[in-house]
């Protein structure tokens, strides 16, 4: 998924190059057109941003809940776009990627777990972490001139990272079974982003940008068929700003 982004957000840039020439006036620059007192936000863009994020992970333990991990972390990547002006409506979409050092520790005591004839029991710490995520989003918004007010809503994904310990026994059929460690796992999350944000455009093809997104993080089952199977649900806060650059 990673390289799938990457690939999308190079994609992104290259195809939206070839609708520059479809603009309103191909002979105005980014920005301030020639003979135009008002900005002109159409146009394709590049830039890079950083943000907080924080999210809770609900993880499911077999029938008990783990518990909810509150994790937080700082945020960077790179974001590509294009917007399209008509009077003071700008549409457009967006597409970014991002590296998280977020994580969370969460410990509980298993007692009466089933899996397959043993019975689990022990204590065990749940440590989560979000590597990276990304968003590909439409964008419809406002222009006050050199000001764009707007609200955003597309697809989002992540690589979230799960980390199961112990000890933990299994009893049953007269035997004891030790986990001392369930191991390390990582899938790659996806669902929905949606957010609003404004962009300040401070001179001619430059804007700075500050945005808040929620992302929500459809259900997804960590550590597969083993006594340590894991289902989680992510509801995670994006706040960042950034720099756009208009070619």
Known sequence: MLKFAAVLLASLSASVATMAADLPNGNASPGLMRGDSSYNWSGIYAGASVGRVGYD?????????????????????????????SGGFVFGM????????????????????????????????????????????????????????YGTAGYAFGRQRLEMSGPITGAGGGTTVT?????TTSNTM???????????????GISLK??????????????????AATETTSNLTLIRSGLNFRI
């Open 190 to 204: 996806s669902g929905w982003a949606m957010g609003a944000g404004v962009e300040y455009a401070f001179a001619k």
């Open 94 to 149: 967006e597409a970014d990627l991002n590296l998280s050092n977020s994580r969370a520790d969460n410990r509980r005591t298993v007692s009466g777990k089933k899996y397959d004839y043993l019975t689990m029991s022990g204590s065990g710490n749940l440590e989560s972490g979000l590597a990276n995520l990304g968003t590909v989003r439409v964008r419809v918004g406002y222009a006050m001139d050199n000001i764009l007010l």
């Open 210 to 227: 500050a945005e808040y997104l929620r992302l929500h993080f459809t259900p997804s089952t960590f550590f597969g068929d083993t006594w």
């Open 57 to 85: 992970l609900s993880a499911e333990f077999a029938d008990p809940v783990f518990g909810t991990s509150q994790a937080k972390g700082f945020t960077g990547g790179l974001q590509a776009g294009f917007n399209k002006q």
């Open 179 to 183: 986990a001392a460690q369930a191991g």
